[in-house]
């Protein structure tokens, strides 16, 4: 028996053949059989609006709106692929446990992004009377305190996230790093502020000074976004 175990690229390289065959063998699934035609899990966001941000130059935007897309797209054909697989009884394959492993990957490869693109585009700083900006007091001293680690967390060796969460059972607020992203995500925590720190994120405007596009990143918050998504 095969075991096929996939990283990224092969993965998007082989969903993105039209009417996937899901691996060698077995469960032959197009997408013409799953329905995926008459409805799909999710819709790609439209972020346009954030072109122009200081900053962020058109091509980089672009070109992570693309990212994006990519992202619901495979997520819609897991949900499409794994529920027919499903339905087949072809649960106990290695093909579904591949795919199973990676819809952690897909689904917050999408979700991340629409939260990193909602939480920018924003011109007023942070309230310092907000509930937000009151919780980084308490639980961080200041909020310059906050701020220093956050971008510190940002600029660690890597390609990844960081991502300001509030733990949801103690109400405490944590800047996280988070390496791939289907994997290290605080369990039952509520996601306030994300940052994109993958290379595909900065290095067309900004090479590797990293930095630079934190500072960027930090002048287009939109505060309302994240401070709304306090529990
Ligand atoms: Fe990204």
């Known amino acids: 028996m095969r075991i096929l175990i996939f990283n990224r690229r092969q993965f998007l390289t082989l969903?993105?053949?039209?009417?996937?065959?899901?691996?060698?063998?077995?469960?032959?699934i197009s997408f013409s059989q799953t329905g995926k035609e008459e409805k799909m899990a999710y819709t790609a966001k439209d972020y346009s609006k954030l072109i122009g941000m200081a900053g962020f130059s058109e091509t980089l935007l672009k070109n992570?709106?693309?990212?994006?897309?990519?992202?619901?797209?495979?997520?819609?054909?897991?949900v499409d692929i794994l529920g027919q697989m499903l339905k087949e009884g072809k649960t106990g394959t290695p093909e579904y446990a591949e795919l199973k492993r990676r819809f952690g990957w897909e689904f917050n490869g999408m979700r991340l992004h629409e939260y990193y693109f909602e939480n920018l585009g924003g011109k007023a700083g942070l309230d310092k009377d907000s509930a937000l900006a009151k919780k980084m007091t308490e639980?961080?001293?200041?909020?310059?305190?906050w701020e220093k680690d956050f971008k510190a967390t940002g600029s660690m060796r890597g390609i990844g996230w960081?991502?300001?969460y509030q733990d949801s059972v103690a109400g405490k607020l944590y800047n996280f790093w988070i390496n791939e992203h289907d994997v290290s995500h605080p369990a039952g925590c509520n996601p306030i502020l994300i940052l994109d720190v993958f290379e595909h994120a900065f290095m067309i405007d900004y090479g590797l000074k990293r930095a630079d596009y934190i500072e960027a990143f930090f002048k287009n918050i939109d505060w309302k976004a994240?401070?709304?998504?306090m529990k």
């Open 226 to 229: 994240a401070s709304a998504r």
């Open 15 to 28: 969903s993105g053949i039209a009417g996937i065959t899901v691996l060698a063998g077995s469960p032959k």
């Open 162 to 164: 960081t991502v300001l």
């Open 139 to 145: 639980d961080f001293g200041s909020y310059e305190a």
């Open 64 to 78: 992570h709106f693309t990212l994006y897309q990519g992202y619901v797209t495979n997520t819609n054909k897991l």
